[in-house]
C-alpha cells in the first residue's frame, strides 16, 4: 500500500466512526419526554410530552367517524408543548375516513391534563 492509499484509508475509517458516534448521539437523546418540575404544591412532577400526545389520540379515536381507518402522526413529530399546572397542548393531526369512506386529513389542538398514574383528562379539543 502506497503512503496516500493508507491516509485515505484512514480518513475513511475516522469518518465512518463519527457518522456512527453522531447517529447513536441523534437517537440515545430523548431529552422532551421528561423533564422534572415542581407543581404549586413544591411535589416533583415529570412532564410527558409523548404521554399526552398518545392519550391526545385516544380521545380524538372516540369522535371520529370510522375510528379504525385513524392514521395518528408519530408522537416525535407532534408539537407538544408543557403549558404548567400537568396540561399540555398538542397540536397534530390524523388520517381518517369521512362517512364518504375518503380519506381526510384533519388537524387538531388538544389540551390534556395529566391526573397521574396513568389518568388523563382531556380539557378540550379543536378540529380544523
Request: hydrophobic fraction near 35%.
Given at each position: 500500500?502506497?503512503?496516500?492509499?493508507?491516509?485515505?484509508?484512514?480518513?475513511?475509517?475516522?469518518?465512518?466512526?463519527?457518522?456512527?458516534?453522531?447517529?447513536?448521539?441523534?437517537?440515545?437523546?430523548?431529552?422532551?419526554?421528561?423533564?422534572?418540575?415542581?407543581?404549586?404544591?413544591?411535589?416533583?412532577?415529570?412532564?410527558?410530552?409523548?404521554?399526552?400526545?398518545?392519550?391526545?389520540?385516544?380521545?380524538?379515536?372516540?369522535?371520529?367517524?370510522?375510528?379504525?381507518?385513524?392514521?395518528?402522526?408519530?408522537?416525535?413529530?407532534?408539537?407538544?408543548?408543557?403549558?404548567?399546572?400537568?396540561?399540555?397542548?398538542?397540536?397534530?393531526?390524523?388520517?381518517?375516513?369521512?362517512?364518504?369512506?375518503?380519506?381526510i386529513r384533519?388537524?387538531?389542538?388538544?389540551?390534556m391534563i395529566?391526573?397521574?398514574?396513568?389518568?388523563?383528562?382531556?380539557?378540550?379539543?379543536?378540529?380544523e
Amino acid at each position: 500500500m502506497t503512503k496516500d492509499s493508507k491516509k485515505l484509508r484512514t480518513c475513511l475509517i475516522v469518518v465512518t466512526v463519527c457518522f456512527f458516534v453522531i447517529l447513536l448521539i441523534i437517537f440515545n437523546s430523548d431529552t422532551s419526554q421528561k423533564e422534572p418540575t415542581i407543581n404549586v404544591f413544591g411535589e416533583t412532577y415529570d412532564i410527558d410530552n409523548r404521554g399526552a400526545c398518545y392519550m391526545s389520540h385516544q380521545f380524538v379515536e372516540d369522535r371520529l367517524k370510522s375510528p379504525s381507518s385513524a392514521k395518528f402522526q408519530n408522537c416525535y413529530d407532534a408539537y407538544v408543548s408543557y403549558l404548567g399546572n400537568q396540561t399540555y397542548s398538542i397540536y397534530t393531526y390524523v388520517d381518517s375516513q369521512n362517512s364518504f369512506g375518503a380519506t381526510i386529513r384533519t388537524y387538531y389542538i388538544a389540551e390534556m391534563i395529566d391526573r397521574q398514574n396513568d389518568y388523563w383528562n382531556l380539557r378540550q379539543v379543536i378540529f380544523e
